[in-house]
């Protein structure tokens, strides 16, 4: 017997206050971080939908684990428990440490890159693009064509296009090529899954040419589920066993923990060749720490192996997927135009459909969140012209493509009736759309200006 109503595979040992606040207070708080969520202080906020990174709540198996940390230099017990499970997982011999994801990235990809590298993936996220092209190499994008038919409800949107996979290692030549990287799943392709057999053509593909191909994996756990449920042969293959599958047709991976290992912080680079994790050691332990520890204490080593089993539990990637695509199809129900299908980790609003009326240059993104914020004490992110607009030579603005709002679900933080309360809240975000105005930009730095930029409201 299947029930409709989701539960949490959890029950709750340690509680968290949440303050809530009332809509006036808000309007102060807002007012106060110039009606950019990333300036609001976390207690003014009652659910922190701003990313999955980090957040997690970590089990009372992993809380025993920190006790159990190993705080040796060199050799931990705790590092011989991280570096087992790890291999354990992707098949690799050799296991570097970090202490986030991008760090991971930084050694792997400086190492591979420079001027003249050209690195392809079906979406790198900012912090791969960054490392890649920080060193003056090239980061391309080839997500497959069903990612941009946005009324198709096909499975895997987070697919690499193979087709032009293919042409572009011809031709920029297979010897310039950095390394192919498959993200799953795709991020910020909108946390779309990617199917076992478009990660075997494209393993098949680089296998064809010699080119080194490597899995983002900050979120395989979740993308084993798409698999088991999406793609009929895996239909009856273990979660974890579908992730050893996709590891073994790649070279290496790189992990930020701060997702699918359910931890606050770490990451991890796995890979199969030893000269090439020779080269990797050699800048570990220049920029992160020793071989047995990279940037890590014991006892987040501890937690994260200890993260990395839990995750792939039937009974969590069932709660966790079911109840992020609960959210999505009660406010796409609702009338709210969502990317589609739900993807793994959050849900994506089309805000420039939501509010039509609001011109891209005054940013209906931006409008969404502090009305989520306004209403009901919510915070997401914008990812829209906010996030990706530029000027143009007389300064207007040359708008992001998608005007979008993401809603990320911290794992195993909220409960069914946190996310009932979500939907609840657009019910107020739909009634109020036509009346919604838009906001302008009065302060805002040169690069990266999401995180810290001033607005005010229109009207
Ligand atoms: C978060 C993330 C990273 C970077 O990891 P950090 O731990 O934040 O440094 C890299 N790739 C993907 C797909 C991510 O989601």
């Known amino acids: 017997m299947e029930f409709k109503t989701i539960i949490e595979p959890f029950k709750i040992k340690s509680v968290e206050p949440i303050h809530m606040s009332t809509e006036e207070q808000r309007a102060g708080y807002m007012a106060n971080a110039h009606y950019n969520p990333f300036l609001l202080q976390s207690r003014e906020v009652i659910i922190d939908f701003l990313t999955d990174s980090g957040t997690s709540a970590m089990s009372s198996e992993q809380w025993a684990g920190i006790m159990r940390g190993d705080e040796s230099y060199a050799g931990a017990v705790s590092w011989e428990r991280l570096q ?14 970090t202490h986030q994801g991008r760090a991971a990235e930084h050694i792997l990809y400086s190492y591979l890159g420079g001027a003249g590298k050209v690195f392809i993936s079906n979406t790198h ?14 980061a391309i994008d080839i997500p497959a064509p069903e990612a941009r038919d946005r009324n198709s409800d096909y499975p895997f949107k987070g697919n690499i296009d193979t087709r032009m996979l293919d042409e572009h290692i011809r031709n ?3 010897e310039n090529i950095g390394a192919v990287i498959l993200t799953v ?35 395989i756990a979740e993308n084993s589920y798409f698999i088991r449920h999406f ?6 293959v273990p979660y974890r066993e579908i992730a050893q599958q996709m590891f073994s047709l790649a070279d290496g991976a790189i992990m930020s923990a701060k997702k699918d290992a359910l931890v606050n912080m770490g990451g991890f680079l796995a890979l199969k060749n030893a000269e090439l994790a020779e080269a990797c050691m050699g800048l570990l332990i220049i920029n992160e720490g020793f071989s047995t520890y990279g940037g890590l204490s014991g006892r987040d080593m501890e937690a994260i192996a200890i993260g990395l089993k839990e995750v792939f539990d039937e009974g969590y990637l069932n709660y966790r997927i079911k109840s992020t695509r609960y959210l999505g ?19 994506y609003v089309n805000a420039g459909m939501l509010y039509p009326h609001i011109p891209v240059d005054q940013y209906p993104g931006q409008a969404l969140v502090c009305e989520l914020y306004r209403i009901g004490g ?3 992110v914008e990812i829209g012209s906010v996030m990706f607009g530029k000027y143009d030579d007389n300064r207007k603005l040359i708008p992001a493509p998608i005007e979008l709002v993401r809603l990320a679900i911290p794992r ?13 809240v657009f019910d107020e975000i739909v009634k109020n759309a036509a009346n919604t105005k838009g906001l302008r930009i009065t302060k805002e730095p040169k690069f990266l200006r999401h995180f810290t930029a001033h607005f005010e409201p229109i009207g």
């Open 84 to 97: 087992h499970e790890i291999q354990g997982l992707t098949g690799y011999p050799h296991i570097l440490p």
């Open 125 to 138: 996220f900012d912090t791969t693009r960054a490392n890649i092209e920080f060193n003056g190499a090239m």
């Open 172 to 174: 920029y030549g297979a």
């Open 185 to 219: 799943t795709n991020n910020s392709g909108g946390g779309q899954p990617v199917s076992m057999q478009n990660a075997k053509d494209a393993a098949a593909i680089c296998k064809k040419y010699g080119v080194l191909f490597i899995i983002d994996c900050c979120r």
């Open 231 to 236: 793609e009929p042969e895996y239909s009856n």
């Open 329 to 347: 199809e009660h406010i796409k129900a609702k009338g709210v135009p969502v990317l589609y299908p739900i993807g793994g980790h959050a849900v």
């Open 378 to 380: 919510i915070r997401a």
């Open 412 to 424: 195993r933080v909220y409960t069914q009736s946190h996310i009932d309360y979500t939907v609840e």
